[in-house]
Nanobody, 127 residues
Framework: QVQLVESGGGLVQAGDSLRLSCAAS????????MGWFRQAPGKERELVAA????????YYGDSVKGRFTISRDNAKKMAFLQMNSLKFEDTAVYYC????????????????????WGQGTQVTVSS
């Protein structure tokens, strides 16, 4: 069974940075595409960023382009989300997710493409 555990969330001020980590156990991490989602109170969960199996292809939601960077370390079975220039509207619970059967040379952008999910980590940005 694959388990994903997020860490790195917290309370920061607008303009600050945070780095989220996602540690995977079980399964074959190097074969999974990875994504970071977030869900703010009263809103639907949305894809923030995704990365292909090798890391060669990335996707970013419009609201985070230029501020967030997704990366992965297959040897350590970890994925990361570097978040810079945080805004109040970035406040949400952030989830790490894995797609165990990604299409070649693509990153999954649909929530239902992801098979495994972490418990989430809270990010709160004060204005």
């Amino acid at each position: 069974q694959v388990q994903l555990v997020e860490s790195g969330g917290g309370l920061v001020q607008a303009g600050d940075s945070l780095r989220l980590s996602c540690a995977a156990s079980g399964g074959t991490f190097s074969g999974y595409a990875m994504g970071w989602f977030r869900q703010a109170p009263g809103k639907e969960r949305e894809l923030v960023a995704a990365i292909s199996v090798t890391g060669a292809i990335t996707y970013y939601g419009d609201s985070v382009k230029g501020r967030f960077t997704i990366s992965r370390d297959n040897a350590k079975k970890m994925a990361f989300l570097q978040m810079n220039s945080l805004k109040f509207e970035d406040t949400a619970v952030y989830y790490c997710a894995a797609d165990r059967s990604p299409l070649r040379m693509m990153v999954p952008t649909k929530e239902n493409a992801y098979d495994y999910w972490g418990q989430g980590t809270q990010v709160t940005v004060s204005s």
